[in-house]
């Protein structure tokens, strides 16, 4: 995975904590994400992966957490394209991107 790679992955595992915590919350703000990202991206290419998060978000919590937390190349592609955005409050965030950058400068060295 690349450093971006990684850094998504972390950021969406924090998302499918928050997930297990509060599914309907989560879920909730996912599908108006996907509403609005829908009328603004349609006929384009982010298109696909949103039907995509549809439909994923049709099967339930636990299908949208594996997604979430997945290594798989299909997973870090729907994370490109990710519904999720306010699922995390700003601290969370910031949080979750500082462990993030501490763990990737302990690894490169």
Do not use: C, Y
Not at 38 to 55: D, F, N, V
């Amino acid at each position: 995975m690349t450093r971006e790679e990684l850094r998504s992955l972390w950021l969406n595992r924090a998302v499918a904590a928050e997930m297990a915590q509060d599914p309907d919350r989560v879920i909730g703000l996912a599908r108006e994400n996907l509403a609005r990202f829908q009328r603004i991206h349609a006929g384009r290419s982010a298109e696909h992966w949103l039907k995509r998060w549809e439909w994923i978000l049709d099967q339930g919590p636990e299908l949208a957490m594996e997604t979430l937390t997945s290594p798989a190349p299909e997973a870090s592609d729907l994370r490109q394209n990710s519904p999720f955005p306010g699922a995390l409050t700003e601290s969370q965030r910031h949080a979750v991107l500082d462990a993030f950058d501490r763990s990737w400068r302990q690894r490169v060295r």
